[in-house]
Structure formats: C-alpha cells, structure tokens
C-alpha cells in the first residue's frame, strides 16, 4: 500500500518526529511482517534514522549550520536564496527503508524517524509504501 502523508512544518530549520505516524500507517495496512520505504519528493527535505533528544536536537542544528553556513555566496542563491538548504539535503537521504516485525517497524530502542525541513515554513508530503514480504 501506498500512504501519503502531509507535514506542515513551522520553521526554516525543523526535525519532525514521525516515527508514530509510519507506525500508524503500518497498522492501517494490516502488515506484520515487510518493508516500509519512506521517501521525501523535495529538494529540502531529508529523512534520518537517530534519537530524537532535545540536546542533539541542538547539535544536529548547529552541525549543519556550522557545516553549511547561510549567505556565503553560493551561486543558486541568485535564483532562491537557498542554497543552503539543499547543499544540508544532499549530505542526508530522501528515503529510507525499515523491516517491520510483529505489525511494528523494527527500530532501536532510541531509534526515532526523523524528517527534516530545511527551508521552511512549508507544507511537505512524504511517501510511505509497505509491503509485506
């Protein structure tokens, strides 16, 4: 099955957790054991796989700021002025793929899915397809 989900984000900058809302839709889907390929169709999205902690919250940001600094005279900055959203969004993935066990995805204990808005505030959608296998 093939669920689209949609993600208004807030800020320029933002981690969703949206573990829940995958495991949602694999009870939806009636799967207890499969694949759920999760799968962004923007240019300034990602999607990771890490503990969502209000401390590494903070250092992922700074990480990336740091990494990937605003207003450094990147070229598409003519077009957009945001360049440096999608330089952060190549360094991480527009999908990812989780084995599901027992009707739940089969992540670590500190384990969180987490969507990245990297040149918010916008309305996104990310794609979810399970199948059971």
């Known amino acids: ?3 689209e989900i949609e993600i208004p984000t807030r800020k320029e900058f933002e981690l969703i957790d949206i573990t829940s809302l995958i495991n949602e839709k694999i009870k939806e889907a009636k799967v207890k054991e499969g694949i759920a390929v999760i799968f962004t169709r923007h240019t300034t999205t990602a999607l990771f796989i ?3 902690e209000s401390g590494l919250v903070t250092d992922i940001k700074e990480f990336f700021e740091k990494l990937v600094p605003k207003g450094q005279g990147y070229h598409h900055d003519r077009i957009d002025n945001n360049a440096h959203s999608h330089l952060r969004s190549i360094i991480l993935n527009p999908s990812i793929a989780i ?3 027992d009707g739940k995805l089969l992540l670590g204990t500190w384990q969180s899915i987490i969507f990245t808005e990297l040149d918010g505030p916008r309305r996104r959608r990310i794609f979810v397809k399970i199948c059971e296998c």
Do not use: C, V
Request: aromatic residues 12%.
């Open 99 to 101: 084995p599901i066990k």
């Open 1 to 3: 099955m093939l669920f």
């Open 50 to 52: 890490n503990e969502n």
